[in-house]
C-alpha cells in the first residue's frame, strides 16, 4: 500500500521563496509616488477651474465631468503604471500592449 510523502517541515530552509515584489518594480512605484505629488496650494482660475500643481510640472484641473480629486488620482496611477511596467520582467503578461505605452510618452 502506496504511503503519503513526508510534509516537509515548517520553517525549511530548502527552498527561500521569492519575494512578492521585486526590489526594482518597489524602487518605481516609491520614485512614482515621490515624483507624483501635488505642491502647493489649490488655486481657482478666473474662469472657475480649480488647479493644482504637481512635483512633476503638470497642473492638475478639474473639468466640465471629473473633479481636480479624479485629476490627482489619475495622474497618480498613470504614473505608478508607467514607472512600474517600466522595469516589469520581460515576458510578463500584460493587459496592455507596452511598445503602445512607448508611444504614448
Not at 6 to 16: I, K, L, N, Q
Not at 51 to 65: D, F, S
Amino acid at each position: 500500500m502506496p504511503t503519503a510523502p513526508e510534509p516537509t517541515p515548517t520553517g525549511s530552509t530548502d527552498e527561500t521563496p521569492a519575494p512578492a515584489v521585486s526590489a526594482p518594480m518597489r524602487a518605481a512605484k516609491v520614485r512614482a509616488y515621490t515624483e507624483h505629488t501635488t505642491v502647493g496650494q489649490v488655486e481657482t482660475t478666473p474662469d472657475g477651474r480649480v488647479t493644482i500643481a504637481c512635483a512633476c510640472g503638470m497642473v492638475l484641473t478639474n473639468g466640465p465631468t471629473w473633479s481636480v480629486d479624479e485629476h490627482i488620482r489619475l495622474h497618480r496611477a498613470e504614473a505608478r503604471f508607467l514607472a512600474l511596467a517600466d522595469v516589469a520582467p520581460a515576458g510578463i503578461p500584460r493587459l496592455v500592449a507596452w511598445p503602445l505605452v512607448d508611444a504614448a510618452r
